[in-house]
């Protein structure tokens, strides 16, 4: 069983790693955020840590599987994550979120488990995925164009929904969409459009700028 020092390191680690992750879930106006992230990894680590105490305590004397208390964590987040995703009409939200939800916990087991090598590198290569492999799925979205719309609004409920409807309008497909905050009044809406057949129509700009509370919109 490790000691007082080990436990703080795993635990600390644990904190860590999934705080990583869950500031960019956090950064883009998801769901789940830092906190969540953190709790979720931190749990995972303390069941697994739970788990090893428990195999030291009776082991000859009762018949305990190591792993059983990691593998009702794997499946239990599975609960957790569905509350991350939202349907929207024809779209479904949320399933990035969900998924990096069951790995932090992934991580967190990993963490409990002392398999620290293991831990950091999923860390690093969830990261890769979310920040870096998000600004490239236009290209794998086949020969249509895509095109990303950056909006400066006022922080008022329903802007996104102004948005979205005037977007229908014009038969325009959202792809994804994230949120970072300016400062306390203002928001930045990123949207990445996909499935164009031609270059964005300028009256699609025009018609966003008219929307009350729209400071600014680009095209990147």
Known sequence: MPNFAELLVRLALACFLGGVIGYERERTRHPAGFRTHILVCVGAALVMLCNIYIFEQYKGHANIDPGRFGAQVISGIGFLGAGTILKEG??????????????????????????????????????????????????????????????????????????????????????????????????????????????????????LTDIEGILEVEVC
């Open 90 to 207: 024809v779209n479904v939200k949320g399933l990035t979120t969900a998924a990096s939800l069951w790995t932090v916990a992934c991580i967190g087991i990993a963490v409990g488990l002392g398999f620290y090598s293991g831990s950091i590198l999923t860390t690093v290569l969830v990261i890769i995925t979310l920040v870096v492999l998000s600004k490239t799925e236009g290209i794998m979205s086949g020969s249509s164009k895509s095109a990303t719309l950056k909006i400066r609004s006022e922080d008022k409920p329903g802007q996104i929904g102004k948005i979205g409807t005037q977007l229908g309008l014009f038969n325009l497909n959202i792809s994804d969409i994230s949120i970072e905050l300016e400062d306390e009044n203002t928001i930045i809406i990123n949207m990445r459009i996909n499935k164009l057949k031609k270059n964005l129509d300028p009256k699609v700009i025009e018609c």
